[in-house]
């Protein structure tokens, strides 16, 4: 399995308060990805990262931000967290040469109430 | 843009029957065709994959051919088993510099023994 962890596991956070979750690599992939997981929707990829302070917003990158200031890690934070942002999320790392797959960690719960 | 539309579950068969998950695409180029399966409370998992047309990709029992000719990457399996539950996910990537994955919504599968 790809060496990737994320926390926390679970979290429950009120409206309006800033959230941060953390991906944490040990592959030394350049490429890091954050989706979102809902009912009826699959996945949908919310920002990426290509490489050390290299990001790009992804199809639902409203009301996220990320940043990635050390190849291993790739946060994701939520300034003012809403209940639409009930949800679970994946980070996943992948991309190289001619390998286009991604390896997933075990993902966050996160409850907005 | 590129899509990835897959038949909608739930999905319930027996203990030894034969399995298919119907997976269409539309995409720019010649993309890369994958299935992720996600058993409960756990992150996706790489299945298989196929790059090129008439490929075949196979892992623990499961198939899927890779056809250009009717956009098509369908999932089979000949004798499912209980622990073959799970959500399927089909998924391509079309290439380009960022490797992005479009996924499908998923496909709950439940096998009863």
């Known amino acids: 399995d790809a060496g990737i962890t994320q926390s926390p596991r679970h979290k429950v956070t009120e409206t309006g308060t800033p959230v941060t979750l953390r991906c944490h690599q040990t592959e030394n992939h350049r490429y890091m990805y954050w989706y979102r997981q809902d009912p009826g929707h699959g996945l949908r990829l919310i920002h990426y990262s290509y490489g050390v302070k290299d990001t790009d917003k992804g199809e639902v990158s409203d009301g996220y931000s990320v940043s990635r200031s050390k190849t291993e890690d790739f946060l994701l934070t939520l300034e003012s967290a809403t209940s639409s942002q009930t949800s679970v999320y994946f980070c996943?790392?992948?991309?190289?040469?001619?390998?286009?797959?991604?390896?997933f960690g075990p993902g966050t719960r996160l409850t907005v109430t | 843009g590129n899509s990835v539309t897959q038949m909608e579950g739930p999905v319930t068969l027996s203990e030894e029957a034969f399995l298919t998950i119907n997976c269409t695409y539309t995409a720019t180029g010649y993309p890369s065709l994958f299935w992720y399966v996600q058993y409960p409370g756990e992150g996706l998992q790489l299945l298989l994959k196929?790059?090129?047309?008439?490929d075949k990709g196979s892992n623990k029992g499961f198939e899927a051919t890779y056809r250009k000719e009717t956009t098509s990457f369908h999932l089979e399996k000949g004798s499912v088993q209980v622990s073959d539950s799970a959500v399927y996910f089909c998924?391509?990537?079309?290439?380009?510099?960022?490797?992005?994955?479009?996924f499908g919504k998923g496909t709950l599968l439940t096998v009863n023994p």
């Open positions: 196929a790059t090129k047309a008439d």
């Open positions: 996943a790392i992948g991309g190289s040469g001619n390998q286009h797959e991604q390896y």
């Open positions: 998924a391509l990537s079309s290439g380009g510099s960022n490797y992005k994955l479009t």
